[in-house]
């Protein structure tokens, strides 16, 4: 897990309402958008996410799963990637984006 990050999700956990294994998304603000219009858009596709992403494992069971593609998506506006080591991974895609791709383009990019 990348340092201190455990600090950080253990500050944002939703324990308050049951769902300790859940953290809080950043608001819009905390990704520095200040845009009204780009606020509104982003506030309704932000979600919280699963605690363990970063520590545990994938395990798919399912075989039919073997011939899906795979990716490892690395943000590099946030640090050198604990996934760069991922690259020469037989049978996974590794990509670098920077947060405006990871905000942004799906927004900018529809039609």
């Known amino acids: 897990m990348v340092p201190g990050l455990e600090t950080v999700y253990k500050k944002r956990t939703l324990r308050e309402e049951g769902k300790e294994w859940l953290v809080e998304s950043y608001t819009p603000e905390e990704f520095d958008v200040t845009d009204p ?16 992403t970063h520590d545990q494992p994938i395990r798919i069971t399912n075989v039919s799963a073997q ?3 795979r990716s490892f998506i690395s943000f590099s506006e946030f640090g050198r990637s604990q996934f760069k080591s991922q690259e020469s991974v037989v049978g996974w895609d590794y990509h670098e984006l ?8 799906p927004y900018y990019l529809r039609v």
């Open 98 to 105: 920077m947060r405006f791709d990871m905000i942004f383009g």
């Open 67 to 69: 011939s899906l593609p």
């Open 37 to 52: 219009d780009d606020i509104k858009w982003m506030s309704t596709r932000l979600s919280p996410m699963p605690w363990h």
